[in-house]
């Protein structure tokens, strides 16, 4: 008797848990670990993925899957599954956005059928630094443009940034595209831009606004579209000045810390975290450039 009831709350639960994928509603179980999990979509064929603060993009068409970054092992074993069970599609391209094993661990989970790409400088880091993940087996230094199915994913280099390996993905069949750290949505850059390169960055960012796009999909944070483009690299030029200024002013790093509160960008994700360490890393860019 026991054995049964407990059979037909296990059964409850299996159906409550059919019923949830029957009704497409964000499946955020996993059995690995406690991982917030997500695949929403975003445009024809076009889903976004997260994985707790991280999100990548994938693109379902007739001949198979474009996947791109796969965050890492335990979220691109859940992925796989999801595309299995909701498209019968293999992945067969997994482009990276640049190196950082945040964004790119896992990759070889996809690598039984998928051609892995990145930028050049990427492979050279990922096989340096050990990143845990299948090292690309095709590589470009500017751009490159891939078709499957009918749909066409262009990807381009925009110069150093965040990294000297990033690259931006658009879809160009829904006009929407895929930027991953150096730019954000109504968000504060990270932190003191590590491993960055804050001469060039505006640039890469003045390059995105030239494409032809509707929607920005980011690898932190929500969506947004062009004009977030411009207020990132606005917000940029901006730190950057009030830094000089001050700096100019013969003021200490404490004093330009307290100076330079950004306040425009007070309502910006991470404003309150980020602000003084964007600040610091901004002075001690620019004293080092001096
Ligand atoms: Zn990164």
Redesign the pocket.
């Known amino acids: 008797m026991k054995r049964t009831i407990r059979w037909c709350w296990l059964l409850g639960l299996v159906a409550m848990l059919g019923v949830t994928a029957m009704l497409g509603l964000p499946a955020a179980l996993s059995a690995q670990d406690d991982a917030v999990r997500e695949i929403t979509p975003i445009a024809d064929g076009l889903y976004r993925f997260r994985n707790n603060f991280h999100y990548s993009m994938f693109l379902v068409t007739s001949e198979g899957i474009v996947a791109t970054d796969p965050i890492n092992a335990d979220a691109a074993r859940w992925l796989k599954a999801e595309l299995d069970r909701r498209f019968g599609q293999p992945v067969r391209y997994l482009i990276y956005s640049?190196s950082?094993g945040?964004?790119i661990s896992g990759g070889e989970v996809f690598a039984d059928t998928a051609i892995v790409v990145a930028h050049e400088n990427a492979k050279a880091e990922i096989l340096a630094n050990n990143v845990p993940t299948a090292p690309p087996d095709l590589v470009f230094s500017d751009r490159m443009t891939l078709t499957l199915g009918g749909k066409t994913v262009e990807l381009s280099y925009l110069g150093k940034s965040?990294?000297d390996n990033?690259i931006v993905m658009r879809f160009v069949d829904s006009r929407v595209v895929f930027g991953?750290?150096f730019v954000s949505a109504k968000r504060m850059p990270?932190r003191d831009f590590p491993g960055g390169f804050l001469d060039d960055w505006p640039h890469a960012l003045e390059a995105l606004e030239a494409r032809d796009f509707d929607i920005l999909a980011t690898?932190h944070g929500p969506m947004g579209g062009p004009s977030d483009v411009r207020e990132a690299r606005g917000y940029l030029e901006e730190l950057r000045a009030a830094v000089a200024a001050r700096i100019e002013q013969g003021m200490s790093d404490a004093q330009i810390v307290e100076a330079v509160t950004m306040d425009k960008y007070r309502n910006w994700g991470r404003y309150e975290d980020w602000r003084a360490l964007n600040v610091q890393g901004m002075t001690r860019h620019l004293r080092q450039s001096r």
């Open positions: 640049h950082h945040d964004h965040h990294s990033l991953v750290d990270y690898g």
